[in-house]
Nanobody, 123 residues
Framework: QVQLVESGGGLVQAGGSLRLSCAASGRTFRRTIRGWFRQAPGKEREFVAHIPWSGGTTYYTDYVKGRLTISREYAKNTVYLQMNSLKPEDTAVYYC????????????????WGQGTQVTVSS
């Protein structure tokens, strides 16, 4: 059974940093893309970043470029999202996703999802 487990969320002041982790079990996802999305209260889930598990170019949505960095650690089957210079508008539940087919900026393209981790940025 495939399972994605996020961790690392919390409360941080504006300008601070957090690192989110997404550990996968049950499957390695060697030839796929893994991504991060977020959903703020009252808003739709939106794309943040994705990374090819086997190597290649990472992709970010414009409003996080230069502040958020996605990376992977093969030995732990884990994807990370390093978040720096956080802003109050980054407040959301952050979800990791795996096994993309199609447009990997769309949530519908992913098969597996984690339960989410809350990130709250205070002003």
């Amino acid at each position: 059974q495939v399972q994605l487990v996020e961790s690392g969320g919390g409360l941080v002041q504006a300008g601070g940093s957090l690192r989110l982790s997404c550990a996968a079990s049950g499957r390695t996802f060697r030839r796929t893309i893994r991504g991060w999305f977020r959903q703020a209260p009252g808003k739709e889930r939106e794309f943040v970043a994705h990374i090819p598990w086997s190597g290649g170019t990472t992709y970010y949505t414009d409003y996080v470029k230069g502040r958020l960095t996605i990376s992977r650690e093969y030995a732990k089957n884990t994807v990370y999202l390093q978040m720096n210079s956080l802003k109050p508008e980054d407040t959301a539940v952050y979800y990791c996703a795996a096994d993309c087919s199609g447009d990997c900026r769309r949530s519908e393209a992913y098969t597996y999802w984690g339960q989410g981790t809350q990130v709250t940025v205070s002003s």
